[in-house]
């Protein structure tokens, strides 16, 4: 007998079927607001991150509002109590959480009016509740994004779920961006009831973004275009050549001596130059040019649009021109000078890097010449990879001690005896085992900074041979060091020198350090103070290249110097030229009023040596006498005791008059201890 249906299954059966919406709504509410809580627990908040939140939290305020518009089931009467008085705990949970949720919330009906709003809305807006409920919703939108506010409607009137972002206003004007998620509700006929919108003031986010990207493409400074940006529009520009077949150069900037301002007037000062530079260059500009900076104090300008016909040398000195005019910082005129390099731009495939490469070229040539400005060429390349290649090697002959000291003798025009030495520096190249001329790697060693290690070596050692040849009881000589500008500005010179003599055991005495006249002048203050300490230690000093410096003759007689040197530029035009004779005859008769011993380098010749004799000049040195020679080649000469065949005081002109009858020609060393 077939049983019958049990009427409470039945219902039961109903009951399930009729719960599975909300529970299906429930469900997909959790793992929304889950995927979001993870995503942030992980350290992997995006703006969807947002959105899932978002979204989770809005389906349960949406199936907390449906329960309680929900009839119940028939039901006794004290079950209908304990059952409501649960629905009540339950919707005040949901409220709260709904309430105090970090997103504004908001829910309309299918026309777009408000019907609920929570706390956090009233926050961002700025607007009560009491003001939104009723109206409809977007009010607050700017139209700035107007059209992505209609497209969004048009989306979610469609059925479909909106996601991004919107430009709003808050009632004091203030526009914020935030972050939108804009969902439909369907009812079981797929006929929309209700919308829930939730959105996040992103505004902060958004102002770090827009930093982050001006940082990427803006020099932060003088918010000029930065390399990367630079190399984006070479490419455009390169596309534009090609079509319309033009030309490209790239100019690349720096300023000289850039350093002396941050040292004497402050960074400060340094970045107000800097940006009145690149004021200057975007002034100079002209339409489609770009002004780059990217790094210190170098600048660039892409020029595109060049005819071959247009003169990029004429261009370049017209804006140096414009740079070049004094700069007012702080109540002071600054002078500052720029240098340019350029590089025209004929392969149109050719990759930025390399453009800028050869303009960096060019400019360092124009720099190291002294020029205004240098224009690239294929040679320029070719000297750059030979200074690598002579720096990587300097420096490895300095760290494995594969430098030599070569020594030049001073010579006595009253006794024709060697009364000192200079010490010069001598570098044997490790591939062709030839000597580098050092006025190839002196200058390469300044701009590597390799100077200062340079000068301490070439110290020490002359120091150390100087007491060896004390030693091994040979005639005291003095031994001139020459010091760079480098180190006299550097600091703890002094002690450096304190230290060489302490532990080499010369007596200073026995030496002279060489300073430039330029050296001196650029700051005369500083080289006052620092050649009164040095004079201290009872070392003798001297003024090397004199005439050339164009130093102040009141702070010359405030450097306690015992010697000058003339320049080899003036005795090489001896006696032939005017005005080199009368440089050197002038030099000659004001250091002997200031109490000072005066030598002449480069003498080469007879006639420059009588000339110099007649003058009263008291020392020479230079080839006529010898070749700077190995230490063990001098101190055979110092062993000899042989003295130089030099004229009396005589007019140039008259023969030589040999006193020495050991030495058959000027030259005293054998030329098997010479070298070049």
């Known amino acids: 007998m077939a049983s019958e249906p049990n009427p409470h299954a039945r219902r039961a059966g109903r009951g399930t079927i009729k719960c599975l919406p909300y529970f299906l709504m429930g469900l997909f509410a959790l793992l929304s607001a889950g995927a979001g809580v993870w995503q942030l627990l992980d350290s992997r908040a995006t703006p969807r991150t947002d959105a899932l939140l978002a979204l989770g939290f809005a389906t349960l305020l949406l199936l907390t509002w449906r329960l309680a518009r929900k009839p119940g089931p028939p039901q006794g009467p004290h079950t209908h109590i304990r059952q409501n008085d649960a629905d009540a705990q339950s919707l005040r949970k949901f409220g709260e959480l709904i309430e ?181 260059l975007t002034r100079c500009a002209r339409n489609g040019d770009t002004v780059s900076r990217h790094g210190g104090t170098e600048f660039s300008m892409l020029m595109p649009g060049l005819r071959p016909t247009d003169d990029i040398a004429e261009r370049i000195d017209k804006l140096l021109a414009t740079i070049n005019q004094p700069i007012l910082i702080e109540g002071e005129k600054l002078l500052l000078t720029v240098s340019a390099g350029a590089a025209v731009v004929t392969d149109r495939d050719e990759a930025f890097d390399s453009v800028l490469h050869k303009a960096t070229v060019a400019l360092h040539h124009a720099e190291r010449q002294g020029q205004s400005h240098c224009v690239y060429t294929e040679s320029l390349d070719l000297d750059a990879q030979e200074r690598l290649s002579i720096e990587n090697g300097l420096r490895a002959a300095l760290e494995r001690g594969g430098m030599e000291l070569h020594y030049q003798p001073k010579v006595s025009l009253s006794t024709g005896r060697m009364v000192g030495v200079e010490a010069l520096a001598r570098w044997r190249h490790p591939v062709s085992d030839e000597y580098v001329p050092p006025q190839r790697f002196i200058p390469i060693a300044e701009e590597c900074d390799l100077i200062q290690l340079l000068g301490s070596w070439a110290l020490r050692e002359a120091c150390r041979q100087n007491q060896a040849w004390r030693d091994a009881g040979l005639p005291a000589v003095v031994v001139a060091v020459n010091l760079s500008a480098h180190q006299l500005g550097q600091p703890g010179l002094v002690e450096m020198v304190t230290r060489v003599l302490e532990d080499t055991g010369l007596d200073p005495a026995l030496l002279q350090l060489e300073l430039t006249e330029s050296a001196l002048v650029s700051d005369p203050d500083r080289a006052l103070q620092t050649l009164g300490q040095l004079k201290a230690l009872g070392l003798q000093l001297a003024i090397d290249d004199f005439g050339t410096g164009y130093s102040s003759l009141s702070y010359l007689s405030r450097f306690p110097v015992d010697e000058l040197k003339i320049d080899r530029s003036f005795v090489k035009e001896l006696p032939s030229d005017a005005s080199a004779a009368a440089i050197s005859t002038s030099v000659i008769d004001l250091a002997h009023r200031m109490d000072l011993r005066v030598i002449a380098e480069g003498v080469e010749s007879a006639d420059q040596l009588a000339f110099l004799a007649h003058h009263g000049c008291d020392e020479i040195q230079g080839y006529y006498c010898s070749h700077p020679v190995s230490a063990e080649c001098l101190a055979a000469l110092l062993q000899s005791g042989k003295r130089f065949v030099l004229p009396h005081r005589q007019l140039p002109g008259r023969p030589l008059l040999v006193i020495d009858h050991e030495v058959a020609r000027p030259p005293a060393i054998d030329t098997r201890c010479s070298t070049a």
């Open 100 to 280: 105090h949720s970090v997103s504004a919330m908001i829910i309309t009906n299918a026309d777009g009016v408000i019907e609920y709003v929570n706390a956090r809305f009233s926050e961002i807006t700025g607007y009560p509740r009491e003001e939104v409920i009723g109206r409809k919703a977007g009010f607050w939108c700017s139209h700035l994004t107007a059209e992505t506010f209609h497209a969004m409607w048009q989306r979610v009137r469609a059925g479909q779920v909106w996601e991004g972002e919107l430009i709003n206003q808050r009632k004091n004007g203030e526009e914020y961006w935030a972050s939108v998620t804009l969902s439909p509700v369907l009812n079981g006929s797929r006929v929309i009831t209700h919308f829930l919108g939730v959105q996040n003031d992103i505004s902060e986010r958004r102002r770090i973004e827009e930093q982050l990207s001006f940082l990427s493409h803006f020099d932060a400074l003088t918010h000029l275009p930065n390399r990367t940006l630079l190399a984006q529009r070479h490419a455009r520009a390169c596309a534009d050549a090609l079509r319309d077949g033009t030309l490209i150069a790239l100019v690349s900037l720096g300023i000289v001596h850039f350093k002396r301002i941050n040292d004497g007037f402050g960074r400060n000062a340094g970045d107000l130059a800097l940006k009145e530079i690149a004021q200057r």
